[in-house]
């Protein structure tokens, strides 16, 4: 329920952005568990949301699918399974068609939410993403991005937002 703590881990090693989201630092984190055998519970920052911590991705490695595609990813999900069992555990991913480590992540997880930009794919680039997973594990889709026309942003109330219906007058 509601009183459910959260550990987020930030598996996008090319691209991190939940460090900077944030405002904490990115020099530690996963990449020095997956390379280096740091412990998990040493890597672990509060966020600032009293429910919520975070293993963040750590410097950018030279070999991001690699290191994610390695045995040590397995037993980090047992780590993170059995040690951290009363909490919701969410993986951050790369976009799912943009890197080969993102589908051989999905398969260590209960469930998937995709995360979708409006507009951005089309119908036959979300059908391929659907395709590459298992269905089954699919829990729900986000949309992201999504933009609005000036009659839209009247009818919700957005108009009342100043600098947003600047942008569709």
């Not at 691209?15 to 568990?33: I, Q, T, Y």
Request: aromatic share 6%; hydrophobic share 40%; glycine share 8%.
């Amino acid at each position: 329920g509601l009183e459910q703590h959260a550990l987020m881990v930030d598996c996008d090693l090319r691209r991190s952005s939940l460090a900077s989201l944030f405002n904490l630092p990115r020099d530690v984190g996963l990449v020095d568990h997956l390379r280096d055998d740091v412990d998990l519970g040493r890597l672990i920052v509060k966020t600032g949301m009293s429910k919520l911590s975070l293993i963040p991705s750590g410097a950018k490695p030279m070999n991001p699918a690699e290191l994610l595609g390695s045995a040590r990813v397995s037993k980090m999900f047992e780590e993170l399974d059995s040690r951290y069992d009363d909490r919701f555990i969410i993986i951050d991913t790369p976009p799912m068609l943009a890197a080969s480590e993102t589908p051989v992540l999905a398969k260590h997880v209960d469930g998937i939410i995709l995360v979708v930009r409006w507009g951005g794919g089309g119908r036959d680039q979300l059908k391929k993403l659907v395709e590459s997973i298992d269905h089954d594990k699919i829990i729900g889709v986000v949309f992201n991005a999504f933009e609005t026309s000036m009659i839209g942003a009247k009818l919700s109330g957005y108009h009342e937002y100043g600098q947003y219906a600047e942008s569709y007058e």
